[in-house]
């Protein structure tokens, strides 16, 4: 068989023109999200999953009466491959009702965002609100830090809280928006509560007698809105779709929790309780003397 050289040359040279369009299709496959279906779409996949995990479950009581009959009449060869059948099936249910609890919560966000555009007249506006709330949470995470490390004046510590009080009260006011147009309001409130927590001024409440350590010690709640931040950010550009699923592994996050929790109660512990040990003079020197227990367990002063 002959090849035909010049036909082949051409082929090549179209391939090559189309490099970029497959390089194309390949990033949008890779950034396609589930939010960025329509509540439809949405809806008809959820109908399906249901469908498919009845099937499964028709299936897998079938089999369980079948598995109890062959352990009933001695058959320990059927009873194993029937067992290893309802564990394969088992999996598959497992993964169907996660992928299903992925929808729903798709399927939450979809409509809570029509709904956002809806109220505020436009996708535009919606855009316009996640960007001041990302700068605004970004403006105070900056101001809190020059407060923890710069030597400031009581003035600009109190211009510094007015600023603060402002913008919680701006994102507790973005929070019930959302909360009151999510479809199902228990279930905003369980996902995000964390941002109510991170709004609410804590440091304008405790500023009157004994609190006012623990003012301290709240001041490092303006931290977590940090996560709503990322939220935002990560919303916003697909390209950081890999950092999200990379923080949704289970273990990951659980150990970045408790690392968070180790890491605030340690900075609040060292400055309140040994303040008049030699031990780090403010909340920003505990910070740093906590985080350094946590990652290095404590030795580095001492190798050092």
Request: contains cysteine; hydrophobic residues 50%.
């Amino acid at each position: 068989m002959m090849i035909d050289q010049r036909l082949d040359h051409e082929k090549a040279k179209t391939l090559h023109r189309q490099e970029a369009e497959v390089s194309f299709i390949r990033r949008r496959a890779e950034n396609w999200r589930l939010t960025d279906c329509s509540v439809a779409a949405l809806e008809q996949m959820r109908h399906a999953l249901i469908s498919e995990m009845e099937r499964l479950q028709e299936k897998l009581e079938t089999l369980d009466n079948q598995f109890l009959q062959t352990i009933n009449a001695g058959m320990p060869i059927q009873a194993e491959d029937t067992r290893e059948d309802i564990e394969r099936l088992s999996s598959q249910w497992d993964s169907l009702n996660k992928r299903l609890r992925d929808i729903d919560n798709a399927l939450q966000e979809r409509t809570l965002r029509d709904r956002l555009i809806k109220t505020l007249g436009g996708e535009q506006n919606l855009l316009l609100l996640d960007i001041a709330v990302f700068a605004l949470i970004i403006l105070v995470i900056g101001l809190t830090l020059m407060e923890w490390f710069l030597p400031l004046s009581p003035e600009t510590i109190n211009l510094f809280i007015t600023i603060d009080t402002v913008v919680c009260f701006f994102l507790i006011g973005d929070f019930l928006l959302r909360w009151r147009l999510a479809e199902d309001s228990s279930w905003y409130f369980r996902r995000y509560w964390i941002d109510l927590v991170a709004s609410i001024p804590f440091y304008e409440f405790l500023r009157f007698g004994r609190l006012l350590r623990l003012a301290r010690f709240a001041r490092l709640f303006r931290l977590l809105r940090l996560s709503r931040a990322l939220r935002v950010l990560l919303f916003s550009f697909r390209g950081l779709n890999k950092l999200t699923q990379t923080f949704q592994i289970n273990l990951l996050k659980r150990a970045m929790i408790i690392a968070a929790i180790l890491l605030i109660v340690g900075a609040f512990s060292i400055s309140l309780f040994e303040a008049s040990l030699n031990a780090p003079e403010n909340l920003g020197e505990g910070l740093w003397w906590s985080f350094t227990t946590v990652v290095t367990g404590g030795f580095a002063d001492l190798y050092n």
